[in-house]
């Protein structure tokens, strides 16, 4: 609707429905949400990885600066990975399998890595 003031000579159009995006608020049963978040965890390492890359690095004589130096890591990566808490990334697994020639995951966990030979032609 558009109103005009005829003693200012002044138009001012009324938009009826302005403001109409406003956000609609889905409310969920409070139980229902407590339970969701209870269930949603980041994956951590396992405990055997954790424990089988402690027992390569102190077999390889080596502090955890040292080995994070190795891999062009901080040292808190490998402090994590220890501790259990860091989330598992393959490329640094991967690293520190090669850097410590040892398996830290799967079935062949805590053996030696098989060299690797010459490609026959």
Known sequence: AVVINAEYGVVVD???????????VVQK??????????????DVVSKDFSRHLREARTAKGWN???????????PQVIADYESGRALPNNQIQSKMERILGVHLRGKDAGQALKPRGKKKT
């Open 14 to 24: 009324k938009k009826y429905g302005a403001g109409g995006n406003q956000q609609k």
């Open 64 to 74: 955890q600066k040292e080995m994070a130096q190795k891999i062009n890591e901080k």
């Open 29 to 42: 049963n409070t139980a229902n949400l407590d339970r969701e978040t209870e269930e949603l965890k980041h």
